[in-house]
């Protein structure tokens, strides 16, 4: 059995070099693939392997005291879902604003799902932010999330402008890292009441299933590219080619005018990717290719 383990921690590393050469050997020798980033603010990583390889990276890591206590989101995956281990050492954890200075530990106020969904109970006209790429919450998103249309997380800070800064704004990601990251930088831009789901849509997926305010599939960063958390998870996304509902998502085959990919990730669905349209709006269409 193999498994694949989502994970960060906003810790204080005095050495990220050192740290990031540790995480490599470690990784190689129980034999996990992934992705790894080490950052003087914490640690950043998604990894698989075997079921009893990767717990005995979860032990290897609560023997620290930088990385004891990790909450770990699980999730059924292999090894192979990831090209290569790659463990790298950077100056953000997630890049958003490496020019500006700002108390990453400054956080907003974390809700965990059970939290969240009584908020959102409480609270229907609650302004909820999607601190993802478009890509990402075009297959699943909250029920009336703002979803910017941004293609990277540092994008993200031109949204910032169109929202209220004296209203409280509710944030959430995939794993929580980059909402909980996001919450102190907008406090850091003066918003004065930020909230981030703690353990992200993953933990939120695990307590409610599809039975909350959660819909559609949650997109992941490997091979898998989303997961469901029921059988009853819907598809909201539409074909780029018919239409049709799907959660499909593929790499655009075609080429631009001066000959490099494309490589755009689009919605498609089965049957137009079986009968070879894997192109986006601008490539399209190459059935006969």
Not at 147 to 156: A, E, G, L, Q
Request: some cysteine; overall charge negative.
């Amino acid at each position: 059995m193999q498994k694949i383990i989502l994970y960060y921690k906003f810790v204080a590393i005095k050495d990220p070099q050192m740290t990031m050469r540790w995480q490599r050997e470690l990784c190689r020798r129980l034999n996990l693939k992934g992705r790894i980033i080490v950052s003087e603010h914490g640690i950043n990583g998604t990894a698989g392997g075997d079921l009893e390889d990767v717990k005995a990276y979860v032990r290897e890591m609560n023997l620290t005291p930088e990385f004891k206590g990790i909450e770990y989101k699980w999730s059924d995956g292999s090894r192979d879902d990831f090209p290569k281990l790659s463990v790298k050492a950077r100056k953000e954890l997630v890049t958003l604003a490496p020019e500006e200075d700002f108390d990453v530990f400054d956080k907003g106020t974390p809700l965990r799902p059970e939290q969240w969904h009584a908020y959102l109970e409480e609270h229907p006209d609650a302004i909820i932010f999607d601190a993802r790429n478009n890509y990402e919450s075009e297959v699943g998103k909250f029920k009336n999330a703002i979803t910017p249309d941004i293609k990277t997380f540092k994008d993200v800070k031109a949204e910032l402008d169109k929202l209220p800064k004296d209203q409280p704004v509710l944030t959430y990601c995939t794993g929580d890292i980059r909402c909980e990251y996001l919450s102190a930088y907008m406090k850091h831009k003066g918003f004065e009441d930020v909230y981030h789901l703690d353990g992200g849509i993953v933990k939120y997926g695990e307590a409610y299933g599809d039975k909350g305010y959660w819909e559609g599939k949650c997109y992941v960063f490997d091979a898998r590219k989303g997961i469901a958390f029921s059988q009853e998870s819907a598809d909201i996304a539409n074909c780029a080619n018919c239409g049709a509902k799907t959660s499909r998502q593929e790499n655009c085959s075609g080429q631009d005018a001066d000959g490099t990919g494309c490589n755009l990730q689009f919605v498609i669905c089965d049957d137009c990717a079986a009968g070879g349209r894997v192109a986006c709006s601008l490539h399209a269409p190459v059935a006969d290719v």
